[in-house]
């Protein structure tokens, strides 16, 4: 009877589960899905504007290259949507920053500017080994510029995991409220816009001889740049 039991708490589980998961994916819509980059777009009650999802994979064969473009702040503009300039104000450690970002949005809209935290974890299980950036919204943490219009929320995720022989899927997603009068529909489409562009270029950019062969001790990836004395699970 005790077997049973068991049996059927663990049929259930796995039930519940799969239902989870699927809607999990019935949340998102697919709106976009060109150059084998995929755009998905949530809907959320508690705002008048949209969560967009870009998914695109690729091979990387040096890991710290990505982490090399990241610390590469005037290369932002090149590569993230929207994005005019990105400085660092704070650092806690290599892994938790503070970041501020200005954008400069089509006339006659006022360019805006983004005061956001980024924090690094990395994932190393059997199920999933994974890098990823959340951007989380602290628009008090500088006092105001009068030339912009500040972000009052402004969230989203950047980072990869691993499929296997180089391979790696690449998420960008981004949430925000920007601030002032701008019609929802117009935020929606520059919106919908950032993740396919941003990935699209960032897949790019990354591959450039500049950002190849660097180490950093504070992840633990794969790449030439990494020292052979190094153990750890990335040089197995």
Known sequence: ????????????????ARAADSDELEDW????????IQVYMKHRDESRLKTFRGVTRFTLADEYSLVA???DYPSY???????DSAEEFNRISPLDRSLRFTTQLPWPLADREAVLRA?????????EESVM?????R????????????????TGKLGFRRLGDKEVEMTYELILDPGGYIPAWIANILLRDAPYFTLERLRRIVSKPEYQNHYYDYLDLHGPGRPAAVVGSSSK
């Open 1 to 16: 009877m005790d077997r049973l039991i068991v049996l059927f708490l663990a049929l259930f589980v796995a039930i519940f």
């Open 29 to 36: 819509k697919l709106v976009s899905d060109r150059n084998d």
């Open 69 to 71: 473009l990241l610390n």
């Open 77 to 83: 503009p090149k590569w993230l949507h929207f994005v």
């Open 119 to 127: 924090k690094v974890t990395q994932t190393m299980t059997e199920d």
């Open 133 to 137: 950036v959340d951007l989380i919204n």
């Open 139 to 154: 628009p008090d943490a500088l006092p105001p510029n009068n030339e912009y219009i500040r972000f009052p929320e402004m």
